[in-house]
């Protein structure tokens, strides 16, 4: 059992950066692929980024050269760079665990482990 926790939320303007974070208790990433997760208000969860246990990452169109995932296997966490947000960024971000198949890897189910989320609101 992995529990995960996200962190790093907040209210920001067109143009700033966050980063959050992704921490696992109780279990380690290892062996995991951690990705990220959004939902906005009155849509479906989409995939945003993922950290393979291999190490390789894949991005969303939507976010591919404005936000960054990393690992760091000595604290047991996973960051999620957000550079050049937009105020389609909005949403509830989750951190999300799992072994996914390389052409899996965007679908939530393949996920077995969730954290609660945390709120990212680009407004100006």
């Known amino acids: 059992q992995v529990h995960v926790e996200e962190s790093g939320g907040g209210l920001v303007q067109p143009g700033d950066s966050l980063r959050l974070t992704c921490a696992a208790s109780g279990s380690t990433f290892s062996g995991y692929g951690v990705a990220w997760f959004r939902q906005a208000s009155g849509k479906e969860r989409e995939f945003v980024a993922t950290i393979r246990a291999t190490n390789t990452k894949h991005y969303a169109d939507s976010v591919k050269g404005r936000f960054t995932i990393s690992r760091d296997s000595g604290k047991n966490t996973v960051y999620l760079q957000m550079d050049a947000l937009r105020p389609e960024d909005t949403a509830v971000y989750y951190c999300?665990?799992?072994?996914?198949?390389?052409?899996?890897?965007?679908?939530?189910?393949?996920?077995?482990?969730w954290g609660q989320g945390t709120q990212v609101t680009v407004s100006s």
């Open positions: 999300a665990v799992g072994r996914p198949i390389l052409s899996s890897i965007q679908a939530p189910n393949m996920y077995y482990y």
